[in-house]
């Protein structure tokens, strides 16, 4: 089997492997076609989640929007508050291999 390394953390891995096991960078153009171009931020997801959480402007970042209005529709009812600060501490606990999965990949 051949192998090559990942462009990002320098593993070896096989040339057939679209995202590297180690550190779930995508490798080549092969690997482009399922990866959403517009990746995200875990910082700046966080960020949104502390200071305009209560309006759901995370959620329109990680590109849920049916989440983020319902958030803006009953910030009023400072309940979104509550739910923003629970967001924000599980994106700042969430491993940023784990944030990658789950909010920069597409699913074909």
């Not at 009812?77 to 291999?97: C, N, Y």
Request: net charge positive.
């Amino acid at each position: 089997m051949t192998q090559t390394t990942c462009s990002q953390c320098r593993s070896a891995i096989s040339l057939n492997q679209a995202i590297c096991e180690h550190c779930y960078a995508a490798q080549g153009l092969e690997a482009l076609a399922g990866m959403d171009p517009n990746w995200r931020s875990q910082r700046l997801a966080r960020r949104l989640s502390l200071w305009l959480g209560s309006f759901g402007a995370h959620k329109f970042y990680l590109g849920e929007p049916l989440r983020g209005s319902l958030y803006l529709l009953f910030c009023w009812t400072l309940v979104p508050t509550v739910l923003a600060i629970r967001d924000s501490v599980h994106l700042a606990r969430m491993a940023p291999a784990q944030f990658y999965r789950r909010w920069c990949l597409k699913l074909a």
